[in-house]
């Protein structure tokens, strides 16, 4: 497995899309940013402490982030068949099941530190802007919401990567596919019970950024362990057709 | 145990309608290069796939190093090295890069065994180029470096030498060739150029339309092949015996009822068709030939698609 993690990562390697998630996570900084410059009862929304931290995330959850992850993922997998490398793989041999897992554990880390990109970027221009104004206390708490957030998005997107590469319609899909479905998480916000049982805003429950329940908080645990236990589901079907 | 590296019993592949190979039995012996022989679309790729297990077989058998590769996929693979269809490798990588993943991942234990493989397939180790950037021919390279990288006893090449320039082609045939005679290679190789089998192959299989027409050594085949004097005559029994104790003639063939072929060219032909004549045979026609391999091929095949 730790052989198959460091091939994974050589074969990304000057790959276009790490680019593109680095530019769309710097791109929600800066619109936020722009956001901030908003004037709210005479003082602008960026010069409250915390709230360039806390903004950024939502945005960033359900319009972008999202779709950049699902699309790494699925294009990790998707491009062993689409470079036909798979059959070079097939005949070392690796285990289908094992790579597929492997892209997965390294999109679930590409994801976790992405959301941590974001994070340093917001803190750094909080701490521009009013250092003395962060309590220590505001910047961990946030450093976690964004670490589980990272987690909690691949789990949530997980079926989606899964999906997309079992269909084997080319992995774009599964930016347009996960767009839809973070975007979705909008309108699931604004209902209690929807909030709880949606996936991407079960991350939010989860992961603190907003006050949830002991009973919210396990049902997002739930429903995030469904999403996985449904992702590897139609991975195992993915590598059985492949034979 | 078997006495061949490769053999498969009946093999058939079937897809919807389409019979893609039919029943074929090939037979690879140990330290022999196998050339497979036939025109695109002949089923050449799916036999290979087949025998890699690349693709399911509708029925038959193939035994690889005389097991089933089936379940025993850890224990054959990395005893062998091929290439099927395309080599695919990672288009954002150097070729030095993608060939040092494929040796790790196989757990190649030879030091500088990436450096050595560039340098036997004379592509530069470290280089800055990236695959999306290779030519055809030197993607067609990199694909014989990743084979040989792990040493493997069994080499399946599928059309190795596509999109090769005509010195690439004969370095690779060479190369080839090292592999089999210095190194005791097995190897089993696909083409649809007749000339690059008949330079290369040691065995050789004929395959048309997913059936195996011929399997026979280059050696055998040359010999049905060699010069030869077609004599068409009134009476061939009679020519037979006038050959045979006038002339002491044995290294004849008889075709029919008015034709043989006399293999030693140097005969006194003159002194023949007076001995037949004087004993009242009519001598009809007398004539040197030399049948090409490649006549036999077309005879064989229909005669279209090989180049």
Same mark, same amino acid.
């Given at each position: 497995?730790?052989?198959?993690?460091?091939?994974?990562?050589?074969?990304?390697?000057?790959?276009?899309?790490?680019?593109?998630?680095?530019?769309?996570?710097?791109?929600?900084?800066?619109?936020?940013?722009?956001?901030?410059?908003?004037?709210?009862?005479?003082?602008?929304?960026?010069?409250?402490?915390?709230?360039?931290?806390?903004?950024?995330?939502?945005?960033?959850?359900?319009?972008?982030?999202?779709?950049?992850?699902?699309?790494?993922?699925?294009?990790?997998?998707?491009?062993?068949?689409?470079?036909?490398?798979?059959?070079?793989?097939?005949?070392?041999?690796?285990?289908?099941?094992?790579?597929?897992?492997?892209?997965?554990?390294? $999109?679930? %880390? =590409?994801?976790?530190?992405? #959301?941590?990109?974001?994070? +340093? @970027?917001?803190? *750094? &221009?909080?701490?521009?802007?009013?250092?003395?104004?962060?309590?220590?206390?505001?910047?961990?708490?946030?450093?976690?919401?964004?670490?589980?957030?990272?987690?909690?998005?691949?789990?949530?997107?997980?079926?989606?990567?899964?999906?997309?590469?079992?269909?084997?319609?080319?992995?774009?899909?599964?930016?347009?596919?996960?767009?839809?479905?973070?975007?979705?998480?909008?309108?699931?916000?604004?209902?209690?019970?929807?909030?709880?049982?949606?996936?991407? $805003?079960? %991350? =939010?429950?989860?992961?603190? #950024?907003?006050?949830?329940? +002991? @009973?919210?908080? *396990? &049902?997002?645990?739930?429903?995030?362990?469904?999403?996985?236990?449904?992702?590897?589901?139609?991975?195992?079907?993915?590598?059985?057709?492949?034979? | 145990?078997?006495?061949?590296?490769?053999?498969?019993?009946?093999?058939?592949?079937?897809?919807?309608?389409?019979?893609?190979?039919?029943?074929?039995?090939?037979?690879?012996?140990?330290?022999?290069?196998?050339?497979?022989?036939?025109?695109?679309?002949?089923?050449?790729?799916?036999?290979?796939?087949?025998?890699?297990?690349?693709?399911?077989?509708?029925?038959?058998?193939?035994?690889?190093?005389?097991?089933?590769?089936?379940?025993?996929?850890?224990?054959?693979?990395?005893?062998?090295?091929?290439?099927?269809?395309?080599?695919?490798?990672?288009?954002?990588?150097?070729?030095?890069?993608?060939?040092?993943?494929?040796?790790?991942?196989?757990?190649?234990?030879?030091?500088?065994?990436?450096?050595?493989?560039?340098?036997?397939?004379?592509?530069?180790?470290?280089?800055?180029?990236?695959?999306?950037?290779?030519?055809?021919?030197?993607?067609?390279?990199?694909?014989?470096?990743?084979?040989?990288?792990?040493?493997?006893?069994?080499?399946?090449?599928?059309?190795?030498?596509?999109?090769?320039?005509?010195?690439?082609?004969?370095?690779?045939?060479?190369?080839?060739?090292?592999?089999?005679?210095?190194?005791?290679?097995?190897?089993?190789?696909?083409?649809?150029?007749?000339?690059?089998?008949?330079?290369?192959?040691?065995?050789?299989?004929?395959?048309?339309?997913?059936?195996?027409?011929?399997?026979?050594?280059?050696?055998?085949?040359?010999?049905?092949?060699?010069?030869?004097?077609?004599?068409?005559?009134?009476?061939?029994?009679?020519?037979?015996?006038?050959?045979?104790?006038?002339?002491?003639?044995?290294?004849?063939?008889?075709?029919?009822?008015?034709?043989?072929?006399?293999?030693?060219?140097?005969?006194?032909?003159?002194?023949?068709?007076?001995?037949?004549?004087?004993?009242?045979?009519?001598?009809?026609?007398?004539?040197?030939?030399?049948?090409?391999?490649?006549?036999?091929?077309?005879?064989?095949?229909?005669?279209?698609?090989?180049?």
């Amino acid at each position: 497995m730790k052989l198959l993690l460091w091939a994974e990562r050589w074969k990304l390697r000057r790959s276009k899309i790490l680019w593109i998630a680095g530019f769309a996570t710097v791109m929600v900084a800066l619109i936020v940013f722009a956001q901030g410059q908003f004037m709210f009862y005479g003082s602008r929304y960026i010069d409250k402490a915390g709230w360039f931290m806390t903004a950024t995330q939502s945005l960033a959850t359900f319009y972008v982030l999202p779709a950049v992850i699902a699309l790494l993922g699925s294009y990790m997998i998707c491009r062993e068949e689409q470079e036909d490398t798979l059959k070079s793989l097939r005949l070392i041999p690796v285990d289908e099941m094992k790579l597929t897992l492997a892209k997965m554990v390294l $999109t679930l %880390v =590409f994801s976790v530190l992405i #959301y941590l990109l974001l994070f +340093v @970027i917001t803190f *750094l &221009i909080e701490a521009v802007l009013h250092l003395e104004a962060l309590p220590i206390s505001l910047v961990l708490e946030n450093l976690k919401i964004y670490f589980m957030d990272g987690a909690g998005v691949f789990f949530a997107i997980s079926p989606i990567i899964a999906l997309v590469s079992r269909m084997k319609k080319g992995y774009w899909l599964a930016l347009v596919f996960a767009e839809i479905y973070s975007f979705a998480g909008l309108f699931a916000s604004m209902s209690n019970t929807l909030k709880t049982v949606y996936p991407m $805003t079960a %991350v =939010f429950n989860l992961s603190g #950024y907003y006050h949830a329940s +002991v @009973i919210q908080t *396990l &049902i997002g645990v739930i429903v995030l362990l469904t999403c996985v236990v449904l992702s590897l589901f139609i991975l195992k079907g993915l590598n059985k057709t492949a034979k | 145990m078997s006495d061949f590296v490769i053999e498969t019993k009946k093999l058939t592949k079937i897809y919807g309608e389409q019979t893609a190979v039919n029943s074929v039995d090939i037979h690879v012996k140990p330290g022999r290069i196998y050339g497979l022989l036939g025109r695109n679309g002949a089923g050449k790729t799916t036999i290979m796939k087949m025998i890699l297990g690349l693709t399911p077989i509708t029925s038959g058998e193939v035994d690889v190093f005389s097991q089933n590769i089936k379940g025993h996929e850890k224990r054959i693979y990395p005893r062998i090295g091929s290439i099927i269809e395309t080599p695919g490798f990672y288009p954002n990588l150097t070729g030095t890069e993608n060939l040092e993943i494929f040796a790790k991942l196989r757990g190649t234990p030879r030091p500088n065994a990436v450096k050595k493989a560039l340098e036997v397939v004379g592509l530069p180790y470290r280089d800055k180029k990236l695959f999306s950037k290779y030519s055809l021919g030197m993607k067609q390279r990199l694909g014989i470096a990743n084979v040989i990288l792990h040493d493997p006893e069994l080499l399946i090449l599928d059309e190795p030498t596509n999109g090769l320039d005509p010195i690439g082609i004969a370095e690779v045939r060479n190369f080839i060739k090292g592999l089999s005679a210095e190194r005791g290679k097995t190897i089993l190789i696909s083409s649809h150029i007749l000339s690059e089998i008949a330079l290369l192959a040691d065995d050789i299989g004929i395959i048309d339309h997913g059936v195996l027409l011929e399997e026979n050594s280059m050696e055998d085949l040359e010999k049905k092949n060699r010069k030869y004097i077609q004599l068409q005559v009134s009476d061939v029994h009679k020519t037979s015996l006038i050959l045979e104790q006038q002339f002491r003639v044995t290294d004849y063939a008889v075709q029919d009822e008015h034709n043989l072929r006399l293999y030693d060219t140097a005969l006194d032909m003159a002194a023949i068709n007076k001995a037949l004549v004087v004993q009242d045979v009519a001598v009809i026609s007398s004539q040197i030939c030399n049948d090409t391999l490649e006549d036999y091929f077309k005879q064989i095949t229909g005669g279209e698609g090989i180049a």
